[in-house]
T-cell receptor, first 110, second 116 residues
Framework: DAKTTQPNSMESNEEEPVHLPCNHS???????IHWYRQLPSQGPEYVIH???SNVNNRMASLAIAEDRKSSTLILHRATLRDAAVYYC???????????FGKGTTLSVSS | DTAVSQTPKYLVTQMGNDKSIKCEQN?????MYWYKQDSKKFLKIMFS???????INETVPNRFSPKSPDKAHLNLHINSLELGDSAVYFC???????????????FGPGTRLTVL
């Protein structure tokens, strides 16, 4: 399985945008880029996913590099509730289990 | 309505006991999973079932046996519990379209198992 590399931790202030990077240089043509987050004492929660084009939803935006070897999860205005571990995951086939790495621990200060 | 529910939320038991964790999803999904999150917070897949049939079985001791009575339920039974089984166990579900891409997985709240 293709691997992803994320910074261990990042810090942000409330109301500011947050850009969470992810490198996936060995991504295959059929791998989708998924982002999940895990708030303290909760199960992982889907955030967004994409294949080639940038994606937006109510939670975040996903910017995918043209060569697909990296991507960035963008939280447009961080809130205290966004403090969580964010996981960047590559997956392709339906029914495939997600392979979680260490993720990025995002801290948000008021 | 809770999409993916697990019972119990907490489970404290002695070494050597047998215990079960139940999972139910009301999303109409075809695929269900069990993940284990250890004390170092690594989240790893254990099993996956599609329409009551086992499709993923990672290197998990035989003491762990998943059972899917119907596609809305995936229970996890653990025999002869060991100290190393202490972890948080998450159930998840997702839609399934054969040959299609991975879709969103919905996770339950987790069951914290402590083996004394």
């Amino acid at each position: 399985d293709a691997k992803t590399t994320q910074p261990n931790s990042m810090e942000s202030n409330e109301e500011e945008p947050v850009h969470l990077p992810c490198n996936h240089s060995t991504i295959s043509g059929t791998d989708y880029i998924h982002w999940y987050r895990q708030l303290p004492s909760q199960g992982p929660e889907y955030v967004i996913h994409g294949l080639t084009s940038n994606v937006n939803n109510r939670m975040a935006s996903l910017a995918i590099a043209e060569d697909r070897k990296s991507s960035t999860l963008i939280l447009h205005r961080a809130t205290l509730r966004d403090a969580a571990v964010y996981y960047c995951i590559l997956a392709n086939q339906a029914g495939t289990a997600l392979i979680f790495g260490k993720g990025t621990t995002l801290s948000v200060s008021s | 309505d809770t999409a993916v529910s697990q019972t119990p939320k907490y489970l404290v038991t002695q070494m050597g006991n047998d215990k079960s964790i139940k999972c139910e999803q009301n999303l109409g999904h075809d695929t269900m999973y069990w993940y284990k999150q250890d004390s170092k917070k690594f989240l790893k897949i254990m099993f996956s079932y599609n329409n009551k049939e086992l499709i993923i079985n990672e290197t998990v001791p035989n003491r762990f046996s998943p059972k899917s009575p119907d596609k809305a339920h995936l229970n996890l039974h653990i025999n002869s519990l060991e100290l190393g089984d202490s972890a948080v166990y998450f159930c998840a579900s997702s839609p399934f379209i054969a040959g299609g891409p991975v879709d969103e997985q919905f996770f339950g709240p987790g069951t914290r198992l402590t083996v004394l």
